[in-house]
């Protein structure tokens, strides 16, 4: 076949000085990977502040009200630098936005969507490069409301990233920004999933087929999916909050309830309907922050057991069967909500059923591991913790499943326990697996070794004494300021201080990684086309790969976990070779 | 140094089982953590499902992340052979195998604990008098509020929302050994009815009604917790629950009489009474700013 010289038609190489340059190269960019690190960029910045937050949430709870570190006497000078009752609410409603909306979806789905599926499934860039770049632009309205409620009475939004209504209608300013952000953040996520899916529909390379993808493309293939569904659900009733709190109308607030000696509201509506849409969203959401991840954990699991993907078929199923049911379990979340109690019965059942794809998939991981010839290198490390913390986070899962367990350990620290196993413990593990992955893709240099198996062993440790001891406190409320005013929660206090030292520890650690991107940023080894032997089209083209991503248009012939193959003298078979 | 990260993940489950087994059978340092001694049959019930489904977990994840452990120590390339990885793509007998085990599993649990779901928020207590089936009433009406519970016994005529109805702030003394109903509604937003020695936990959510209903088997001071935000005092949302013999209960409720005067007028004019009973309450609220709703009165 005729070997095809891709042309660069998208946008005119940058001219001019220095300013211009770097206003058309980073500010109307439309090259996918330019999008894909600006994502990225953004969403680790996000992810410190998010971090902080979250060790001011541990400092109340080990120390409470207890003189804030730094930040005390800056906000509460008047009251001796402690932090008001307000303000921790404040704290982990903008932890669990900024974690989620900011940090784990922009993450996965924008920086790694965007970088990976245009290189990997051999397409010279997204098939909408200027809606591309629109979705990057919605998320700075998100960043400046969210900035702009910082510095809103309470500063900030603090009725919970569930926002549940009569409540969060009640609440200050700060929320309405809250929910304008979440609009905006909506937005861009939902033209990244148009173009994913048009991209992975339309733009895959001659002879690559649906079935010859790699695990990371489904993934990203079937979340853009379930963005494209669940998002205008979210918008809708994000709309209909913000329009009862200012325009008066009464979506969720019924007769006669009154907050603050305010009047009574004009009511008409119903307070359950929020949790039903949210939920409907929100819980898909929870596989649009693992799916991805699970996807790139599969890609390089394979690589460095030097093995095809066990059952690679089923894995795309089980993926499927995920989405799907993904998409009947919302109720979960409301067992003891008032919601019809027949009805939970149902959700139990399927909340149920989505533990056999998840299981499917734990157990295809182990299978490619067994036999292999397994290769610690730091992403793998991160990826095989990614394993092991999500059999934790989905067996919890299993037990919260069960109505009756549910009764004791709805809205208690055992919730965020799970939670954390499954957002932290897996995600962000897949996440920071992936970032040392594709590190050299992305700059061109390896990150160092070292330093990342010391950041591996101090997250994994840490991260476990902060999220393990949760399971403990199932009798323990979350949201709570001072869960030491209950008589019975006193004896927890020692168990929560071990917990927050661990937690310190976790965001210390992480400065590790800090200084590892960027000194390998600038000064790492050189990194090949290939550093890794990896099979999929990525790895085909230079390191950082130039705008239009291919010197030869890759002719794809055989799926992407040919390793080892017999037929083979080394132990790759790159997915363009000919045999 | 492959043996190290072996052994790293061969600790996961080793250390997750043994407290997990800790936290049940109370052995120090995890005697305490977990939930309190449970304080009804029904709770019982909930404890059995607890510990069952936590024992079969801690079963899965020993199999499992031991696999792992195991496969990383034995299948780490030491560079000492040049032979290749195993060329296996898939086995269907085995993805079906691991399919269909849990699936029975799931299955058994899922109706196993149907049951106990039922007992709990389905079958509402019944009483029968001169044949006719109904409803037991409810002893006590909770009203929750910010930041406080409010609650209305039955007066003499066995009924809540009615005249003589009973007042009393942030205590609940109820009789053990008897099945109690409580009819539980919200003031202004969503709270939680939470009392872990129960296993009793029920959101209230404003514009509908929630029935609730236990058994105590002892006497015993516990408390009830708010368990859904309900804004900046959300923490503080406490009650003390008194569960105390039908003698002590019932001089209790004289003397509660004697003492205070309810002025409980339902329906009347809900908008007016609710302003009412907010006052003194919105006095503590006003150093906050509510910007927002300033403007909605005005």
């Known amino acids: 076949m005729a070997e095809v010289t891709v042309e ?45 937050l979250a060790l001011a949430v541990r400092w109340q709870l080990a120390w409470p009200w207890s003189d804030m570190p730094i930040f005390g006497h800056m906000l509460f000078a008047e009251s001796g630098g402690q932090m008001s009752p307000g303000f921790y609410n404040m704290l982990f409603t903008m932890h669990a936005t900024i974690m989620i909306f900011f940090v784990i979806i922009p993450i996965l789905a924008g920086a790694f969507g965007n970088y990976l599926i245009s290189l990997m499934v051999g397409g010279e860039d997204m098939a909408f490069p200027r809606l591309n770049m629109m979705s990057y632009w919605f998320m700075w309205p998100a960043f400046v409301c969210i900035i702009l409620s910082f510095f809103m009475p309470e500063y900030g939004a603090a009725a919970g990233w569930t926002s549940y209504p009569p409540l969060s209608v009640f609440q200050g300013d700060a929320q309405s920004l809250w929910l304008l952000a979440m609009v905006f953040v909506g937005i861009s996520s939902m033209m990244g999933s148009i173009n994913y899916l048009t991209t992975i529909i339309q733009m895959r390379a001659p002879g690559m087929t649906m079935f010859r993808m790699p695990m990371t493309v489904w993934g990203m293939f079937i979340t853009a999916i379930m963005q494209a569904f669940a998002l205008p659900v979210l918008t809708a009733a994000l709309l209909m909050q913000l329009s009862d709190r ?48 699970m996807g790139m954990v599969s890609d390089i699991i394979s690589c460095f057991s030097r093995k095809p993907l066990f059952g690679y078929r089923p894995m795309v199923y ?41 299981g499917i998939k734990v157990f295809n991981w182990i299978g490619t591991l067994w036999g292999g010839k ?5 992403p793998m490390l991160f990826c095989v913790g990614f394993v092991s913390m999500f059999v934790i986070g989905g067996l919890s899962g299993i037990v919260m499943s069960a109505p009756p367990v549910d009764i004791v350990i709805h809205d208690t620290y055992y919730i965020v326990a799970h939670l954390h196993y499954v957002l932290f413990a897996s995600s962000v593990l897949g996440v920071l697996g992936a970032i040392y992955f594709w590190f050299p893709k992305m700059f061109g240099r390896m990150m160092n070794e070292k330093l990342g198996k010391i950041h591996f062993f101090l997250t994994f440790v840490f991260l476990n004494g902060t999220f393990f001891p949760m399971h403990f406190l199932s009798r323990m409320p979350r949201r709570v300021a001072d869960p030491y005013i209950y008589e019975g929660l006193k004896d927890l206090l020692p168990l929560n201080q071990f917990m927050t030292i661990c937690a310190i520890g976790m965001g210390l650690t992480q400065l590790i990684f800090v200084a ?21 089209l990525e790895w085909t083209t230079v390191s950082p790969p130039p705008h239009g991503n291919f010197d030869v248009q890759p002719i794809v012939r055989r799926g992407p976990y040919e390793y080892s193959h017999p037929s083979t003298e080394c132990d790759f078979f790159p997915q363009t070779e000919t045999s | 140094m492959n043996r190290f990260w072996s052994v ?11 407290s997990v087994l800790m936290a049940m059978y109370g052995v120090a340092p995890l005697e305490s953590a977990w939930l309190p001694k449970s304080l009804s049959q029904a709770g019982d019930t909930i404890d059995q499902l607890f510990n069952g489904i936590h024992l079969l977990s801690a079963f899965i994840l020993a199999g499992t992340v031991f696999t792992i452990g195991w496969a990383l120590w034995r299948f780490s390339d030491r560079g000492d052979s040049n032979e290749k990885a195993l060329y296996v ?30 007992e ?84 209230i959510v404003p514009g509908m009604t929630q029935f609730v209903w236990f058994n105590a088997r002892e006497e015993k001071e516990i408390e009830i917790m708010c368990t859904e935000l309900c804004g900046w005092g959300h923490y503080m949302m406490k009650a003390k629950l008194n569960f105390v013999s039908r003698a002590q209960f019932d001089a209790w409720i004289e003397e509660q009489k004697s003492a205070y005067s309810p002025e409980f007028k339902n329906e009347a004019e809900p908008a007016a009474f609710l302003r009412e009973s907010n006052k003194s309450f919105s006095a503590k609220l006003s150093n906050v700013a509510r910007p927002l709703l300033k403007l909605k009165i005005n």
């Open chain 1, 8 to 52: 660069n038609s998208i946008t005119p190489e940058p001219k001019g000085n220095v300013v211009s340059r770097f206003v058309w190269t980073y500010v109307f960019a439309t090259d996918h990977k330019v999008i894909g690190l600006q994502f990225l960029f953004s969403s680790l910045i996000w992810f410190f502040v998010g971090g902080f």
């Open chain 1, 246 to 293: 200012l325009l008066m109308t009464g979506f969720f607030l019924p007769e006669n309830i009154a907050v603050n000696n305010g009047v009574a509201t004009s009511g008409g509506g119903q307070v359950l309907l929020w949790q039903h849409l949210f939920w409907f969203y929100s819980h898909p959401a929870v596989y649009i922050m693992i799916l991805p991840a």
């Open chain 1, 318 to 358: 089980s993926i499927t069967a995920i989405a799907g049911l993904g998409f009947i379990v919302w109720g979960h979340h409301m067992f003891i909500s008032g919601m019809n109690h027949t009805l939970a019965m149902s959700f139990m059942v399927s909340t149920m059923l989505i533990a056999l794809p998840s």
């Open chain 1, 374 to 378: 397994l290769q610690l290198t730091t």
């Open chain 1, 516 to 536: 590892n991107f960027f000194s390998s940023m600038f000064f790492g080894a050189k990194a090949g086309r290939n550093p890794w032997n990896a099979n999929t």
């Open chain 2, 8 to 18: 790293l993940f061969l600790l996961v489950p080793v250390l997750g089982i043994a």
């Open chain 2, 89 to 118: 793509t898939h086995n269907t007998k085995l993805e079906i195998t691991w399919t269909v085990i849990p699936a029975l599993i799931l299955i058994f649990l899922a109706f196993f604990q149907m049951k106990s779901w039922a």
């Open chain 2, 120 to 203: 709990n928020k389905m079958d509402r207590p019944t009483v029968t008098v001169d044949g006719v089936t109904d409803f037991k009433p409810p002893m006590v009406m909770v009203k929750a509020k910010r930041f406080g519970w409010e609650f209305y016994y039955a007066g003499d005529d066995g009924v809540v929302e009615t005249e003589d109805d009973i007042f009393v702030e942030n205590l609940l003394v109820l009789p053990a050994g008897e099945e109690i109903v409580l009819q539980m509604e919200s003031r202004d937003v969503i709270h939680s009815f939470y009392v872990p020695e129960l296993r009793l936990k029920q959101d």
